[in-house]
T-cell receptor, first 116, second 115 residues
Framework: NAGVMQNPRHLVRRRGQEARLRCSPM?????VYWYRQLPEEGLKFMVY????????ESGMPKERFSAEFPKEGPSILRIQQVVRGDSAAYFC??????????????FGPGTRLTVT | AQSVAQPEDQVNVAEGNPLTVKCTYS??????LFWYVQYPNRGLQFLLK??????LVKGSYGFEAEFNKSQTSFHLKKPSALVSDSALYFC?????????????FGAGTRLAVHP
């Protein structure tokens, strides 16, 4: 049973380019969370999605960042016109359907974004 | 607002000795608390959680945590540390009342176990 998969594992972008980060949840999971970890810091919540719905995006920056979780395929975190401050590790986590707060989240290995 | 604090940046322990990694929390309502471990260049691995019930929670890899409501603490413990336990440990609390686990993480505590 494969865990949460994220790709790419490492991504280098120049300032002004777009970054697309992909997350495939564990089999049977329909809830996806995205978190960002800046160097030497804890993880910060960004967005929570269910299939085809954004439920909570209170942690997403208002501009340049967007997320989706289509009916088919992985969840995508998109960062437009990247800046150096976007350099971080981005983690995706998934949990089963149902009463979500009863279940722990399973984390992927992360995508390390470097903006040059 | 919900928050967690991990007062120690680093904890050093000799192999075979007991270890404690501290966490305190501040929440309105009942706390849902979690511990995760992160190895270098890896994602977080779930260790244990407290939702309700027994104050002593047993988790993976021999870890346990003690929920103390009066002290608002949820310290992670292990009776006998292993070198392989060396990693970054995060305490987290559930934020909000929705039917999902939006987590607020502490800054992390680096555990170093010396042979």
């Amino acid at each position: 049973n494969a865990g949460v998969m994220q790709n790419p594992r490492h991504l280098v972008r120049r300032r002004g380019q777009e970054a697309r980060l992909r997350c495939s949840p564990m089999k049977g999971h329909s809830h996806v969370y995205w978190y960002r970890q800046l160097p030497e810091e804890g993880l910060k919540f960004m967005v929570y999605l269910q299939k085809e719905n954004i439920i909570d995006e209170s942690g997403m920056p208002k501009e340049r960042f967007s997320a989706e979780f289509p009916k088919e395929g992985p969840s995508i975190l998109r960062i437009q016109q990247v800046v150096r401050g976007d350099s971080a590790a981005y983690f995706c986590a998934s949990s089963p359907p149902g009463t979500g707060f009863l279940y722990e989240q399973y984390f992927g290995p992360g995508t390390r974004l470097t903006v040059t | 607002a919900q928050s967690v604090a991990q007062p120690e940046d680093q904890v050093n322990v000799a192999e075979g000795n007991p270890l404690t990694v501290k966490c305190t929390y501040s929440v309105s309502g009942n706390p849902y608390l979690f511990w995760y471990v992160q190895y270098p260049n890896r994602g977080l691995q779930f260790l244990l959680k407290y939702i309700t019930g027994d104050n002593l929670v047993k988790g993976s890899y021999g870890f346990e945590a003690e929920f103390n409501k009066s002290q608002t603490s949820f310290h992670l413990k292990k009776p006998s540390a292993l070198v392989s336990d060396s990693a970054l440990y995060f305490c987290a609390v559930r934020d909000g009342t929705g039917g999902y686990n939006k987590l607020i993480f502490g800054a992390g505590t680096r555990l170093a176990v010396h042979p």
